[in-house]
């Protein structure tokens, strides 16, 4: 399975950006998918995530009321609208597939596939 992760870019604070995952080269879908970030010098953090089934989503309290994420299943594609976006935001963002239902959603190691990351940077 790949995921392509992108969409990030330079931004002001209180602007808005759109990032996309394709995942592909596997017939069946995966659970769930989620997105995660990583600051410089920080560890990798749950913001949002999405099962398939139901559309169920759950958000990090830090981005909750501002980012968004969805999914279109006819094109493998999820999507996490980021608006009123603030320098704290600025982070590598990855996507992430869990293949099949687990307890956790929130930490790295309950995830199958890893997208390559995109730059998010927000200027103040």
């Known amino acids: 399975v790949q995921l392509q992760a992108s969409g990030g870019g330079l931004v002001q604070a209180g602007g808005s950006l759109r990032l996309s995952c394709v995942a592909s080269?596997?017939?069946?879908?995966?659970?769930?998918m989620s997105w995660f970030r990583q600051a410089p010098g920080k560890e990798r953090e749950f913001v949002a995530s999405i099962v398939w089934s139901g559309g169920s989503t759950y958000y990090a309290d830090s981005v909750k009321g501002r980012f968004t994420i969805s999914g279109d299943n006819a094109k493998n594609t999820v999507s996490l609208q980021m608006n009123s976006l603030k320098p704290e935001d600025t982070a590598a963002y990855y996507c992430?597939?869990?293949?099949?239902?687990?307890?956790?959603?929130?930490?790295?190691?309950?995830?199958?596939?890893w997208g390559q990351g995109t730059l998010v940077t927000v200027s103040s």
């Open positions: 992430a597939a869990q293949w099949r239902f687990r307890a956790t959603f929130s930490n790295t190691g309950v995830y199958d596939y």
């Open positions: 080269g596997r017939t069946s879908r995966s659970y769930r």
